[in-house]
């Protein structure tokens, strides 16, 4: 079955360290997203791509970067992590985008801590 | 004013009531408009889509879509203590067609 996997699922670093979450989908959609969980915020988009070498920023990129060389990855890097930055990372994915997107769909998430 | 409003709750009704979920938006182009349900410490799950105006129905799930008003609501029938989690409401914005999520509205159905 197509799926959406996340790795690792949970991770220790410590301030200032640089630190890549994958995202890997197995449905060959177009767009791709990550998105951070915090409460009393809900999901805050921090970056989307909707085809190979198409990267855009969210609401709250600041401190992240992403790149896509294919389909099924969009990999997200924290150039030098904060403490701020202590979070759960979710990836979706979906076909296509418009005013009547398809469904995005969800990894299984990644909870971060800095320390 | 937050795109997507919701209230926080929790929301408490007692097992096999109807539980009433509601969110509003400030987009008014927007055009789909998508229920997700989230149990703690789990990914969001979509429950529905509604994209006209009008009643939308799926098991026990009904989406409300008004969009002259701008809110969108959810109905669970027959709720069970299995529906207890945090629904999210999230809308496609107009022009840039990105999902905006509110910040979910926690149910607790009570046995």
């Known amino acids: 079955d197509a799926e959406i996997t996340q790795s690792p699922r949970h991770k220790i670093t410590e301030t200032g360290r640089q630190v890549t979450l994958a995202c890997h989908q197995t449905?060959?959609?177009?767009?791709m997203f990550w998105y951070r969980q915090d409460l009393g915020h809900g999901l805050r988009l921090i970056h989307y791509?909707?085809?190979?070498?198409?990267?855009n920023k969210g609401e709250v990129s600041d401190g992240y970067s992403v790149s896509r060389s294919n389909t099924e990855d969009l990999p997200l890097t924290l150039e030098s992590a904060a403490s701020s930055q202590t979070s759960v990372y979710f990836c979706?994915?979906?076909?296509?985008?418009?005013?009547?997107?398809?469904?995005?769909?969800f990894g299984p998430g990644t909870r971060l801590t800095v320390l | 004013q937050k795109e997507v409003e919701q209230n926080s709750g929790p929301l408490s009704v007692p097992e096999g009531a109807i539980a009433s979920l509601n969110c509003t938006y400030s987009?008014?182009?927007?055009?789909?408009f998508f229920w997700y349900r989230q149990y703690s410490g789990k990914s969001p799950e979509l429950i529905m889509f509604?994209?006209?105006?009008g009643d939308k129905e799926d098991g026990r799930f009904t989406a409300q879509l008004n969009k002259a008003s701008q809110y969108v609501s959810l109905l669970i029938r027959d709720s069970q203590p299995s529906d207890s989690a945090t629904y999210l409401c999230?809308?496609?914005?107009?022009?840039?067609?990105?999902?905006?999520f509110g910040t979910g509205t926690r149910l607790k159905v009570l046995a």
């Open positions: 979706a994915s979906s076909r296509n985008s418009g005013p009547q997107a398809d469904t995005q769909y």
């Open positions: 449905w060959n959609h177009n767009n």
């Open positions: 509604i994209y006209s105006n």
């Open positions: 987009d008014r182009g927007s055009q789909s």
């Open positions: 999230a809308v496609i914005t107009s022009g840039t067609y990105k999902y905006i």
């Open positions: 791509s909707y085809g190979v070498h198409d990267t």
